[in-house]
């Protein structure tokens, strides 16, 4: 049994992060959780599909319990031209932002931070790019921002 607990200010980032632009289509959503695996943080993109992508924070420990899900949330992707300030999480001892402007959503996970770019299709970390498509992964990400595939 997976424990789900939310945040007061999930609610309004829930509606901050899923409301469309003005006029045209909406922009694409990624689904998210954060949560604990192995003592470290742990935020699971499109959890629950079988192309589920979990970020290993490796120097981010958390005292939460085995396989705990903390909050739950959605990032949304902007097409280009669109821009907007930084939304933020708090989860205990992990803030989690998302800033977006011109196509790329910039993701920040305490100190570490990463890139949703091809309208939402990859990942961009300082030295690595991933899709996030394809079969579930684990990439482990590193304090300096740097992201490796767990073997």
């Known amino acids: ?17 899923t409301v469309g632009g003005c006029g045209g289509k ?9 949560g604990e695996k192995n ?14 992508t979990t970020l290993l924070f490796e120097s981010m420990s958390v005292t939460w319990p085995p ?15 669109t821009s907007s300030g930084p939304i933020q999480v708090k989860a205990d001892e ?18 570490c931070a990463f890139k949703i770019i091809d309208n939402g299709a990859k ?3 300082l030295n690595e790019t991933f899709p996030l498509s394809g079969s579930a992964k684990t990439i482990v990400v590193a304090r300096d921002s740097t992201a490796r595939v767990q073997q």
């Not at 424990?3 to 999930?10: G, Q, Y």
């Not at 909406?26 to 959780?33: A, D, K, L, N, V």
């Not at 470290?40 to 192309?51: E, I, R, S, V, Y």
């Open 67 to 81: 396989e705990y899900v903390r909050t739950t949330g959605t990032f949304q992707v902007q097409g280009e031209g």
């Open 123 to 125: 990942l961009e970390f």
């Open 94 to 111: 992990i803030s989690l932002s998302q800033a977006y402007g011109n196509g790329i959503t910039t993701i920040r996970v305490n100190y």
């Open 1 to 17: 049994m997976i424990a789900l607990r939310r945040s007061p200010l999930l609610a309004l980032l829930l509606v901050t992060l």
């Open 39 to 52: 003592g470290k943080a742990a935020l699971t993109l499109n959890p629950g599909t079988p192309n589920a």
């Open 26 to 34: 909406p922009s694409p959503t990624i689904e998210w959780t954060l």
